[in-house]
């Protein structure tokens, strides 16, 4: 028998009654509706984005709801929909195209919403140079936030909070589900936020070293970092897996000799094992002087289940740097010139779209 169920002229309450093919099957609820794809996506102004924006509408039990009515509507930045209002289809999904807002950067939001008042919202970005894109003013410690002194902080109990704290010293994170936010840590001679546990989310922070001795401002792996601020480390971030960062600035790493000599081999973000599973959007990366790389995914294991959408990157011997692996995506990020050697290398096929150079706007070619 086949599932997909029919809303026709809808009477919602808490059971719907629906028709397909002249049986009546009930609906339950609650339905839910989702956004399955085109959120978070970064283009030229005035252009029309390269995805569309794609949601879901099911039943209770998973089952798609058909022919139910979506409206997409834009609440802030401007732009314009493709498609104001349509239906959903037999998957239950419906979906419509947008073209973002003229003018230097900013944010546009998309709101759609279905029955019973259920909405989602899309978030997309508009890039025209560097501007939009996160600095010293908009990550960081949020301005009038008063901080409490702090030395070094060892966190053992799950769902704990360190918040508006000036730490001079590390944070060690041995628990699940921790929240550092609103948070100054100045690091001499050692990791600055090590995790050992999952689930930890870095909000709204400002990190970095005191001495070359801080080797990263955020070390471990099923993390989230969101408008951290990260200077003067050897590595701005490293990584394993389950990891995403957003809207974070990282530059002016902590540099000493060149490598060959035995200097820094400074990577902005660093990804030596088990680099599965990594999103990384809409951040400033800044590697200038020809540190290792901006992005190192390396170090003798595969990097598999990779996004990296929607940045402002630059700098590096080599901007971007892969291992073998599958399923990588390198979209829509615009890049600067300087660099050592090139911009991009990978020992297996990636996928590589909607990249510009940031002064020219111009396709940036991977072999550059």
């Known amino acids: 028998m086949n599932t997909f169920r029919s809303l026709g002229a809808l009477a919602l309450a808490l ?18 509706f989702v956004k399955v794809s085109g959120d978070q996506q970064t283009y030229l102004n005035g252009a029309p984005l390269e995805s ?3 949601v879901a509408l099911t039943d209770s039990g998973g089952e798609p709801i058909v022919n139910a009515p979506v409206t997409f509507t834009v609440r ?24 973002l807002a003229s003018g230097n950067g900013g944010t546009n939001v998309i709101v759609a919403t279905t029955i019973a008042g259920l909405s989602v ?12 894109f996160p600095d010293a003013t908009t990550t960081g410690v949020p301005a009038g936030t008063t901080l409490t002194p702090s030395g070094n902080i060892v966190v053992t109990v799950d769902g704990t909070v360190i918040d508006a704290r000036d730490v001079q010293g590390k944070i060690e994170v041995n628990a699940n589900n921790v929240t550092i936010k609103r948070t100054r840590v100045a690091a001499a001679g050692c990791m600055a936020i090590q995790n050992h546990g999952r689930n930890l989310v870095v909000q709204d922070c400002e990190v970095f070293g005191l001495d070359p001795g801080v080797t ?13 601020h990260i200077h003067d480390t050897v590595d701005g971030l490293k990584v394993s897996e389950n990891t995403t960062i957003q809207d974070c600035y990282i530059h002016d790493l902590w540099k000493v000799g060149i490598p060959k000599d035995g200097g820094t081999h400074n990577d902005c973000m660093q990804a030596n ?43 590096g011997g ?4 892969f291992n073998s692996g599958t399923n990588r995506a390198i979209t829509n990020n615009l890049f600067g010139r300087d660099y050592g050697v090139h911009l991009f290398r990978s020992q297996s096929p990636v996928t590589w779209s909607g990249n510009l150079w940031a002064d020219t706007l111009q396709p940036a070619n991977p072999r550059d």
């Open 15 to 32: 059971s719907a009654l629906l028709v397909f093919e002249r049986r009546a099957v009930a609906a339950t609820w609650p339905f839910q």
């Open 52 to 54: 569309p924006l794609v």
């Open 76 to 99: 802030s930045g401007g732009g314009f929909v493709a498609t104001v209002t349509t239906t959903t289809d037999v998957q239950g999904r419906a979906q419509t195209g947008y073209t």
């Open 121 to 132: 919202t899309f978030t997309e970005y508009v890039m025209t140079d560097t501007l939009g």
């Open 216 to 228: 990263a401002a955020i070390d471990g792996g099923d993390y989230t970092a969101q408008r951290v």
């Open 273 to 315: 094992s088990g680099c599965n599973n990594i999103t990384i959007r809409h951040c400033n990366i800044s590697n200038a002087h020809h540190g290792n790389s901006c992005l190192f995914f390396a170090g003798g294991t595969e990097a598999s289940n990779i996004t990296v959408d929607g940045n402002l990157i630059n700098g």
């Open 318 to 321: 080599f901007c971007i740097t």
